[in-house]
Nanobody
Framework: QVQLVESGGGLVQAGGSLRLSCVAS????????VGWYRQAPGKQREWVAV???????NYAESVKGRFTISRDGAKNTVYLQMNSLKPEDTAVYYC??????????????WGQGTQVTVSS
């Protein structure tokens, strides 16, 4: 069974930093494109950043210059380094990724989310 598990969330003061991790586990060969999304209370889920299997990345305008997405293929892990955090970054952060399984099947998975709270 394939799972994506996020971790690294928490409570931080404005201006602080957090690093989120998204680990893929199960009968997988590799992760393909992986994105981070977030959902604040009362708002729709929004896209934050994406990284391709080749390492190319892109960011939402609201986080550009502050967040960095990266990956470690050997660990089947994607990271989201978040610097200069603002109260408006408060949300549950989810990773969403295409995973290639040991049966050469590509499937899309969501993690369960990790809470990030930024105090002012």
């Amino acid at each position: 069974q394939v799972q994506l598990v996020e971790s690294g969330g928490g409570l931080v003061q404005a201006g602080g930093s957090l690093r989120l991790s998204c680990v893929a586990s199960g009968s997988i060969v590799s992760m393909d494109t992986v994105g981070w999304y977030r959902q604040a209370p009362g708002k729709q889920r929004e896209w934050v950043a994406v990284i391709t299997s080749g390492g190319g990345s892109n960011y939402a305008e609201s986080v550009k210059g502050r967040f960095t997405i990266s990956r470690d293929g050997a660990k089947n892990t994607v990271y989201l380094q978040m610097n200069s955090l603002k109260p408006e970054d408060t949300a549950v952060y989810y990773c969403n990724g295409v995973v290639i399984t040991s049966r050469s099947i590509k499937s899309n998975y969501w993690g369960q989310g990790t809470q990030v709270t930024v105090s002012s």
